[in-house]
């Protein structure tokens, strides 16, 4: 699988609006993608989260306000995020996984991005 690439972070004020994009391989079968976030200090967390199925898991700390979506080739990622607060910035990496099912489970992607910067200042 090809690598994904993460593009669309930047510095925003609270109360902003990002959109994130990553470009990945499409999978043919069943499949998890998701973003996931680390802040400085801390350890990297899962954001939201889609299957083929287009089921989708969000963090408690960004649900009502992230929304995560595919383009109609499943080659495309987004992560639309809004009503940003400062503890929303950090680093963010898109990852993909083959099968369904433990999506938000870090430990079982192996292809990751190299990650887009996200900083919210207050």
């Known amino acids: 699988q090809v690598q994904p690439v993460e593009s669309g972070g930047g510095p925003v004020q609270a109360g902003g609006s990002l959109r994130l994009s990553c470009a990945t391989s499409?999978?043919?079968?069943?499949?998890?993608m998701g973003w996931f976030r680390q802040a400085p200090g801390k350890e990297r967390e899962a954001v939201a989260t889609?299957?083929?199925?287009?089921?989708?898991t969000y963090a408690d700390s960004v649900k009502g306000r992230f929304t995560i979506s595919q383009d109609n080739t499943k080659t495309t990622l987004y992560l639309q995020m809004s009503s940003l607060e400062p503890e929303d910035t950090g680093m963010y990496y898109c990852?993909?996984?083959?099968?369904?099912?433990?999506?938000?489970?870090?430990?079982?992607?192996?292809?990751w991005g190299q990650g887009t910067q996200v900083t919210v200042s207050s």
């Open positions: 499409r999978y043919n079968s069943a499949y998890c």
């Open positions: 889609i299957d083929s199925d287009g089921y989708t």
């Open positions: 990852a993909a996984k083959p099968r369904k099912g433990l999506c938000a489970r870090l430990s079982l992607y192996s292809n």
